[in-house]
């Protein structure tokens, strides 16, 4: 929420800290995320399952990226359509126009101009803590519906050697020559 708590005046520390803890939490979350996903399956499948798991955490990237962008981006649109009778499409063009301008109407407007968009990124960041809650319900209630209690847990792996490979052998005669070798 370290996002949502930006304004126009912002700086760059402000941004560097809110990264660097949304990358710390991301990075805490992949490892599990991903042994969660490959210890389902069975080492056959590991090169299936870490493709799927790899195409899933790609395509999640650029559809969160395209959807908060839209959302910020349509904010910003909203935000700034007085502006140059709507002639802004971002802060890069006003913040050119404004140095066209000069003096405190330049000023203006690049401040009207920042405002907008940090506003469409603190409702983009909204929508992502929606939609990260969201998410987390689903996979607390899923991952709950998987877990298996001690009765479901699968038998040890010497159950599963055939009954005849545990029979005890059957004594055969050795050669003598072969006995003392």
Known sequence: MLFATATAASGYGH???AMV????GIGMAM????????????????GVGSAVNDTTRNMGSVLGV???????ASVFASQTAQLAHGAIGSVGVAAEAAHHVGGADGAALLHTAASAFVTGADHAVI?????????????????HAHRRTPAQAPAPAAAAVPAKALAPAAKTPVPASAAHG
Do not use: H, N, R
């Open 15 to 17: 941004y560097v800290l």
């Open 21 to 24: 803890i949304v990358s710390s």
């Open 31 to 46: 490892s599990p995320a991903t042994s969660a996903t490959m210890q389902e399956l069975p080492p056959a499948m590991a």
């Open 66 to 72: 395209a959807a908060f962008g839209s959302i910020t």
């Open 127 to 143: 929508a992502g803590a929606i939609a990260t809650v969201a998410g987390l319900l689903v996979a607390l209630a899923t991952l």
